[in-house]
């Protein structure tokens, strides 16, 4: 079956560094998202990652090693608002878009 | 309106009831989304219509029935349903290409309660 792991909660404190991490097994690999969903609203676009390495933007960075199926979100200098869901998608073989079931951020002053 | 746009934001129904969700994209995009996300479970996707046409049903039950008159509007048709389908009701478009899926666009979501 097709899988995608995250830590369901994190805890970090504002102006520090966090690391949220995604493993996945799946049918082939064609990409990997990641998003940002403040609760109870829509789930927003952070970044995407086809090749291995570092994709920096602003704050936030994504890494991708395919060989070893892994990501992770950098989030730098956290601020209150970075307090969030994060989820990871893995687009498969198919074009079809697995989702994670997403970290909970929790920033504390 | 800029974005996607749902209505309504909050939906209660008891199990006979009949109702309907709408979608509305403003991005001129060519594929259309409904997913299910549950707390603490992964989004659940449940249809995809691409140009109009639906690509993809995920053995979602028949109380559930979309459709697409075109590009831009998405409805969800409910009817008879049961407790454990409350839950955000979220609507997505993208661009579909030769390449893939590009990233998706979300709308606000629909929170529905059957009781």
Known sequence: GQNIDQPTEMTATEGAIVQINCTYQTSGFNGLFWYQQHAGEAPTFLSYNVLDGLEEKGRFSSFLSRSKGYSYLLLKELQMKDSASYLCAVIDSNYQLIWGAGTKLIIKP | ?115
């Open chain 2, 1 to 115: 309106e800029t974005g996607v746009t749902q209505t309504p934001r909050h939906l209660v129904m008891g199990m006979t009831n009949k109702k309907s969700l709408k979608c509305e994209q403003h991005l001129g995009h060519n594929a259309m989304y409904w997913y299910k996300q549950s707390a603490k479970k992964p989004l659940e996707l449940m249809f995809v219509y691409n140009f109009k046409e639906q690509t993809e049903n995920n053995s979602v039950p028949s109380r559930f029935s979309p459709e697409c008159p075109n590009s831009s509007h998405l409805f969800l048709h409910l009817h008879t349903l049961q407790p454990e389908d409350s839950a955000l009701y979220l609507c997505a478009s993208s661009q579909e290409g030769l390449a893939g899926p590009y990233e998706q666009y979300f709308g606000p979501g629909t929170r529905l309660t059957v009781t």
